[in-house]
T-cell receptor
Framework: NAGVTQTPKFRVLKTGQSMTLLCAQDMNHEYMYWYRQDPGMGLRLIHY???????AKGEVPDGYNVSRLKKQNFLLGLESAAPSQTSVYFC????????FGGGVVRSNQPQHFGDGTRLSIL | AQSVTQLDSHVSVSEGTPVLLRCNYSSSYSPSLFWYVQHPNKGLQLLLK??????LVKGINGFEAEFKKSETSFHLTKPSAHMSDAAEYFCVVRDNYGQNFVFGPGTRLSVLP
């Protein structure tokens, strides 16, 4: 059971280059998220998705784009990388807590995280 | 809107002594509450989660947390710290009818020999 898989694990880019980070989950989760983690800043939400074909902005969306063409995949793109985007990026997924299954709300559903992608931009 | 406060940015304990990491939350609805641990250069791992079935929640590695609605708190404890507990700990709240999780700023736990 792979859970949440992020690729690549490490990458070094030059300013102005573009790249795509891939997140894949095999738990049939409706929700997926991209965070960045910087020293002293905690986790900050970049973008998220509540279902296939839908995305929404988080706290720090500028300079990033995302796509969710398939339920299991959530892509994070940097069109023109900047040194300020040097960070550790985490993907997470979770069930929609509002969904009803057999008349029961699936509450208390946590996020499941990938191992992160360390991105350095020179 | 939900928010999470972790009162201590850094806690230092000696090996074998108790651990207390404090978390207070605000939420308009009945919250879902979680604690995650992040070891250096690793991802976030779920320690425990609050379910309405019990106010005292047991998690992995001997950790537990107590939900106190009157104090809007969900403090994390462990009776005896191990060196391997040194890590960053995040308290998280989720509105049961919301789409997002709100993270606290984290508490770094150091365990001294």
């Amino acid at each position: 059971n792979a859970g949440v898989t992020q690729t690549p694990k490490f990458r070094v880019l030059k300013t102005g280059q573009s790249m795509t980070l891939l997140c894949a989950q095999d738990m049939n989760h409706e929700y997926m998220y991209w965070y960045r983690q910087d020293p002293g800043m905690g986790l900050r939400l970049i973008h998220y998705s509540v279902g296939e074909g839908t995305t929404a902005k988080g706290e720090v969306p500028d300079g990033y784009n995302v796509s969710r063409l398939k339920k299991q995949n959530f892509l994070l793109g940097l069109e023109s990388a900047a040194p300020s985007q040097t960070s550790v990026y985490f993907c997470a997924s979770s069930y929609d807590s509002r969904k009803f299954g057999g008349g029961v709300v699936r509450s208390n559903q946590p996020q499941h995280f990938g191992d992160g992608t360390r991105l350095s931009i020179l | 809107a939900q928010s999470v406060t972790q009162l201590d940015s850094h806690v230092s304990v000696s090996e074998g002594t108790p651990v207390l990491l404090r978390c207070n939350y605000s939420s308009s609805y009945s919250p879902s509450l979680f604690w995650y641990v992040q070891h250096p250069n690793k991802g976030l791992q779920l320690l425990l989660k609050y379910t309405s079935a019990a106010t005292l929640v047991k998690g992995i590695n001997g950790f537990e947390a107590e939900f106190k609605k009157s104090e809007t708190s969900f403090h994390l404890t462990k009776p005896s710290a191990h060196m391997s507990d040194a890590a960053e700990y995040f308290c998280v709240v989720r509105d049961n009818y919301g789409q997002n999780f709100v993270f606290g700023p984290g508490t770094r736990l150091s365990v001294l020999p």
